[in-house]
């Protein structure tokens, strides 16, 4: 479980602010989750949650002084593009991220449920798809959708997933998921409280791509 | 016909060298022919080749003098790396970028020449499968095929994309494509010897994804 539990989200403090630069370092090391995936088809996912990760680097690096919390730069951002926003810089590319974000938060939580396909106890489908429709899904035209569908098929078997999230060392399946278990919980907290932060500012969008 | 007429390639010199420094120029211009498709499932396209670009463009800025033409790159990163070569670096980026410069080449001159779906004159779908089948089906694997398919219901109709290609002036259709067989003749040389220098070193694969 090296691959994330070597890199934990920290506990936020009681007002849920979130430390820009604590964040930027955490979410830094999602992008290889998607190689835990397995498939080439996946590195199309990374790289877009990539760039949404330096789009807010890039904001945030120009005046870190300023920007000690995302909330900061959303806010920044909705002054200096009344406009455009909240469909520009930092919270367009952080509105997505999050969305990426609850998708492996949701697929974790699931598998680490217990949740399977009892035909099929080797496969991830259900938990992949389960995420997928809760996070991603409406954000999605029917192309996109459809080739969600195709490329589920590229979907690892549990056990191999479960194998790269320990980067291949022989962990017991229990072992891993309860390092998983241990990793969800500042990671669902952050990724709730931006959620939040979206609401409250009323920054979320609902366009499909 | 902005977009493609203001950046053509040049002549080749009688041993089709190709100068790198006027490649890279020259390619620079490519990504946003994907941004003409019309739908953001081509970004994805888009940023592959971008890569593609960039990764070449890093090995030349590190030494402009040695690697004046492509050819001195891939000889060199032979060299360098014989246990991996073919399959690293540049070599690696120019192997695949020539591929997908193919599918824009047949696409354009299927156009063209006026080949069509009589049903649909006003899809591209015959002409985009023809240059998905020439020159990259083969690198891919059933998932990403089925995926093609998917993907090519996102094509635009013809009378956009000709405009679109003509940055959205109104150019008439047979202007346009007489502007498409200007481009296509520096062009289609110049990838011509791409293969032909590929096919010369030995340094084509033929894996898929
Ligand atoms: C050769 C034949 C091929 C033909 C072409 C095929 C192309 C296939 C393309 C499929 C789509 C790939 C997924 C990417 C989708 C992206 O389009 C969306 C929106 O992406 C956002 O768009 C914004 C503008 O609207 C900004 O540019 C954001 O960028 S900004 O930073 O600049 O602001 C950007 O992230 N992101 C998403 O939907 C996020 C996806 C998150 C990860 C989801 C995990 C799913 C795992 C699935 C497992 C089965
Ligand atoms: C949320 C739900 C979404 C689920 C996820 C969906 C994901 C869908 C992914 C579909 C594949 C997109 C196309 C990209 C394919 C790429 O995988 C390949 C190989 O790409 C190469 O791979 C190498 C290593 O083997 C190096 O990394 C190269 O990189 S390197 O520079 O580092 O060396 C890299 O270009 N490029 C290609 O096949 C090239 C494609 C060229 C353009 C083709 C035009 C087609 C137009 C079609 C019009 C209808």
Redesign the interface.
């Known amino acids: 479980m090296a691959l994330l539990l070597d890199h934990q989200f920290k506990e936020l403090p009681p007002d849920k602010a979130i430390d820009t630069k604590l964040f930027l370092e955490a979410v830094s090391h999602i992008p290889s989750f998607f190689d835990c995936l397995g498939?080439?088809?996946f590195s199309?996912i990374k790289?877009?949650i990539n760039?949404n990760i330096m789009k807010i680097k890039g904001v945030y690096l120009k005046d870190p002084a300023k920007y000690i919390t995302l909330q900061d730069i959303v806010e920044a951002e909705r002054e200096a593009h009344p406009a455009e926003w909240p469909k520009v810089g930092a919270t367009l590319a952080l509105m997505w991220l999050k969305r990426g974000l609850r998708f492996i938060q949701i697929l974790l939580q699931s598998l680490a449920d217990g949740e399977r396909d009892e035909n099929n106890p080797n496969l991830i489908r259900v938990n992949v798809t389960k995420a997928y429709e809760e996070a991603l899904k409406k954000y999605h035209g029917w192309?996109?959708q459809?080739?969600f569908h195709?490329?589920l098929?590229?979907a690892p078997y549990k056990s191999n997933f479960l194998k790269a999230l320990s980067k291949g060392e022989e962990v017991k399946e229990e072992d891993c998921l309860s390092n998983v278990r241990q990793f969800l919980v500042n990671y669902t907290a952050t990724v709730d409280a931006i959620y939040e932060m979206y609401t409250h500012l009323n920054a979320e969008l609902d366009y499909s791509?």
Chains 1, 2 share one sequence.
């Open positions: 498939s080439n088809v199309v790289s877009d760039g192309i996109v459809k080739i195709v490329a098929h590229a791509v």
